[in-house]
């Protein structure tokens, strides 16, 4: 019996021994490297979902051994948002089971830069050429009016008090007779502003830039359009062989019914992207948001909204168009009112409200 017992007793310390080491080696961490890298050191941004997308698609993360749900990544950003410091660690539930063997490697720092819009808003009666120049080209003229033709009436632009913006906007007149084109042209009629050659660089859309444009317009109640053109907006490429075709329009185009479209020119060659009824804008204050990138595979997004109720007029998008021309320069935006008088009978004496032009590069 004593010998059977020592057997026993030799077996059972064996088994304590081989758990021992099971223990010991099933508790050891599990030598890997996680780390975090950037694309960028800087980025430029305009809000936070823009941020926030755009750090989503400059950080990289390697999780070596472990999966990704045993890391957690982080975000810092300093007091005002200039810089943010982006990490991956293990958490705490899982800081014993590995050893991360390059700690160097787990955060990045990349400088933020927030891209401020340049603004057009009207500030009240009085100095409205003043204003508008000291925004878009400062000591220059961005303004192009019939004025020289119809000095009798006054300035074309002017500033009023609007009730339901609750805030001063510009009215852009313009006549059957006598207005006329700058008293160069007399077959159509322009009030139109704009940037230019000699507007700030910001304010010109370069090649491979990025730029939104945003404004608020209102059509009179009994707007009337022609069969013909009447251009409230265009962006207009400078430079090169095609450079007196716009690249974009919103046009009102008579018809049954009449119609806003949306034009655009690769080239020489105009066709119509998309068109709506226009009686949903008219009497009714719209907001514009316009994005565009300057670059032969360009992109483009309009949307058109009613401010009272939200509701979306107006909306197209396209994420492969060319919109850069051979040999250009830059494009430039225009806002107002341009019109054929080829069917003057058609038109009558229109006021066209305009409100808080945004320009703003974000790449």
């Not at 054929?340 to 229109?350: F, H, I, K, M, Y």
Request: charged content about 20%.
């Amino acid at each position: 019996m004593k010998k059977y017992f020592f057997l026993i007793l030799i077996i059972v310390f064996n088994s304590c021994n081989k758990n021992e080491e099971t223990i010991e080696e099933t508790t050891a961490p599990i030598q890997t490297d996680i780390s975090i890298t950037s694309s960028e050191n800087s980025i430029s941004w305009i809000n936070y979902t823009d941020l926030t997308q755009k750090l989503e698609n400059i950080l990289s993360y390697n999780y070596g051994s472990a999966l990704e749900s045993e890391t957690e990544k982080q975000q810092n950003f300093n007091a005002d948002t200039t810089q943010v410091i982006a990490t991956l660690n293990f958490k705490t539930a899982f800081q014993n089971t590995y050893n991360d063997t390059n700690l160097a490697n787990n955060s990045v720092t990349i400088s933020l830069e927030k891209n401020e819009a340049i603004e057009l808003k009207a500030d009240g009666p009085g100095n409205t050429y003043e204003l508008i120049t000291s925004v878009l080209a400062p000591g220059y003229n961005p303004i192009e009016t019939p004025d020289c033709g119809h000095n009798g009436f006054g300035e074309h632009i002017d500033e009023v008090f609007d009730n339901e913006l609750n805030t001063n906007v510009f009215r852009f007149y313009i006549h059957t007779t006598p207005d006329n084109d700058r008293c160069i042209n007399f077959d159509r009629q322009r009030n139109e502003i704009k940037t230019y050659n000699q507007s700030p660089d910001n304010l010109v859309g370069v090649e491979n830039e990025k730029v939104v444009y945003k404004w608020k317009f209102k059509l009179d109640a009994g707007f009337q359009s022609s069969p013909n053109f009447t251009h409230i907006h265009q962006l207009k490429s400078v430079g090169g062989a095609f450079s007196s075709m716009p690249m974009y329009t919103l046009t009102t185009r008579k018809g049954s019914p009449d119609k806003l479209e949306l034009r655009y020119a690769e080239t020489d060659t105009q066709i119509t992207l998309t068109e709506t009824d226009i009686a949903p804008f008219i009497n009714s204050w719209v907001e514009v948001t316009e994005i565009i990138t300057y670059s032969v595979a360009g992109t483009y997004e309009i949307e058109i909204k009613r401010i009272s109720d939200n509701q979306v007029l107006l909306n197209y998008t396209n994420t492969a168009i060319v919109n850069w021309r051979p040999d250009g320069t830059f494009v430039r935006p225009k806002w107002g009112i341009y019109r054929s008088l080829l069917n003057v009978q058609d038109l009558r004496d229109e006021t066209v409200l305009f409100a808080d032009f945004s320009i703003m590069e974000i790449e």
